[in-house]
Structures are given as C-alpha cells and as structure tokens.
C-alpha cells in the first residue's frame, strides 16, 4: 500500500449547498443549507494522475477535463502542494442545481478535497484545505475568487469572510431556531454576468447603511436578536441592478413580508432566493407562497428546498 494512504481505498462524501452574501454581505456572509449538496465518490487508482470517470446529474454541462471542473482542478491544487503520489478516479453526483446560486461549484470541490484528505494517513487541517477548494472556485468565477460559498461548504454554519486576500474566515454563532427556505426559479444566471453589471463605485451615504448592516446583521446573529438581523439584512449594493434579473422578484419579496420572515433575499448571484424563519412550518408556508407567487407573476416553475442550517460542513456518507 502506498505510505501516503490511511489504508481506505474508496470514499463517498456530501458537501453541502450554500447561500452566500446573505444580504448586505455582499462576498463576505454565506451559510451552508442541510440539503441539498453534492456527492463525490473518489478511489485510489493504480495509474497516477486524476480522472474524472463519471459526472451525473448535471444534464451533460459539465466538463469532464480535469483542467476546466472545479472538482479536480481543486484536488490537482491538492496533490501537488501535498505531493501526493498516486492515482485517483473521481466520480461527481450533482445533486443541485448549477446555476442557481446555491454554491454548486463550491459543494464539488469540497466534496472533493474533503475526501481526498480523509484517505491520508496526515490529513490536513480544514484551514488548509480552504486554499485547494479556493483554486476549484477561481475557475467558475475568474479571477476576482471570492470564498463566501467555498468557506461555508467546508467549515459549516454561519461564515464571515473578513478578508479574501489573505483569507480570513471567522465562524458566526446563529440563533437555535434558524430555517431556511429557498426558491430556486428553473433559470440560470451567470454569475461572470451577474457580478459584470454591478457598480464599479458605492456612494457614501450607501456605503454608511450598508456596513451599519453588515456589522447589525452579525451583532444580530450573535445576540440572538431576530429583529436586529430583519432591519439590518438589507442591501443597498448588489439587489438593486440584480433583482432586475429575477422575474417576479418584487412581488414574491412583497408576499414574504406577510409572513414571520426575519430575513429575505438573493442568494449569492441568484437566481434563488431566500427566506430566514424561526420554524419549519413557517418556512414551509414561505416556501408555499414564494412558489405560488413566482408562478402566477412569471409562469415560471421552480423548486423549494427547506431546512435548518448545516453546522458541520462535509460528511462522509459511505
Ligand atoms: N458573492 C458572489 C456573488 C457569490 O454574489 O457574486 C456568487 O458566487
């Protein structure tokens, strides 16, 4: 057997999906969801080098060059900084949508790294495997590599992503009563678009209320003050130019305002939405409402997915 290995020849591992920006933090909040996520199956192989056998779920969008998928460009990074010097096959199982700013290139690499560190005789720390799933990520979004999908999907919970150059990821506590509901509109948007039509500038006086907000919404969570993160989660940056993109989104933010949501937004660079709530039946009316609302404004279907917030991160399944 190789000295490098733990001995475990093959691995299935979930990563979880993720809302980033959440709001007002804009590449610097983002959450990891229970479900849904993805699911990479590595082995250890007898030839060296990375092959990616198997992709599904993904309706053939994906690229099966190990070069241009953010799985195995972030266990290539992996490999040669660790000097890893064997062989793996990589299945990957979408099992998200991609697209939909649920984090779906981020919950593939840290699927992956996550497996790949658990068959290492040293593995290495979370923080350290942060980079790798970074490299995966620069790939789906260019050159400005944000970490507020990838941190959440590894660490779990809550993030706050203080710095992206050096990175610098704090973990936020949240509230017990935290649910989350999320629309997910059968569209795609782009994220390179989607951040290509943002202000290049923010005004001043937009700048005071955003960052009041941003530091509200943490002061909010930690306090455990449902009403300090309701007035503080508004976004003064990214939902004014993005929100034009997403058919229906001014009514369905109107609906949610009836119900005992104490958050509302676009996640990461959409087209899904999100809806913070203190129960599961209240984010299951939510849920209900969104849907219904989108359907009858835009004749646009779409799925909701319901759940409490995932504390752990990644998690081996088999
Ligand atoms: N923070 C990023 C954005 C998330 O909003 O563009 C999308 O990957």
């Not at 609302?293 to 995932?310: C, R």
Request: include cysteine; aromatic fraction near 8%; charge should be positive.
């Amino acid at each position: 057997m190789n000295e490098q290995l733990n001995g475990i020849s093959e691995i299935r591992v979930f990563a979880p999906a993720t809302v980033s920006n959440v709001g007002c933090g804009f590449d610097i909040f983002g959450f990891a969801l229970d479900q849904p996520g993805d699911e990479v199956i590595l082995r250890v192989a007898k030839r060296k080098g990375i092959r990616l056998v198997k992709i599904t779920g993904d309706n053939g969008k994906l690229p099966l060059s190990i070069s241009k998928n953010t799985c195995t460009v972030a266990l290539s990074a992996m490999m040669e900084k660790l000097n890893l010097n064997f062989g793996i096959e990589v299945e990957l199982h979408k099992k998200m949508p991609l697209g939909s700013g649920l984090g779906s290139s981020a919950a593939s690499a840290v699927a992956g790294i996550f497996a790949l560190n658990s068959i290492l005789k040293k593995p290495v720390t979370t923080h350290e495997l942060l980079p790798f799933a970074l490299e995966g990520e620069r790939i789906s979004s260019g050159a400005t590599v944000h970490a507020d999908n990838v941190a959440p999907a590894l660490f779990g919970g809550f993030v706050l992503v203080r710095s992206n150059n050096p990175v610098d990821i704090i973990s936020i506590p949240i509230p017990k009563d935290f649910y989350c509901t999320v629309l997910h509109p059968f569209m795609e948007i782009k994220t390179d678009y989607a951040r290509s039509i943002l202000p290049k500038t923010i005004a001043v006086q937009d700048a005071i209320k955003q960052w009041g907000n941003t530091a509200g919404l943490v002061a909010g969570l930690m306090k455990r003050d449902y009403d300090l993160v309701r007035r503080s989660i508004t976004d003064y940056f990214a939902e004014p130019v993005r929100s034009e993109l997403i058919p229906g989104y001014k009514q369905i933010k109107e609906a949610v305002k009836m119900y005992d949501a104490f958050g509302f937004g676009i996640s990461g660079s959409g087209p899904s939405l999100f809806a913070l709530s203190r129960t599961k039946l209240d984010a299951l009316k939510i849920g209900n409402i969104m849907k219904k609302v989108l359907y009858q404004t835009t004749k646009i279907e779409s799925d909701i997915f319901i759940g409490g917030i995932n504390l752990y991160g990644p998690k081996i399944l088999g």
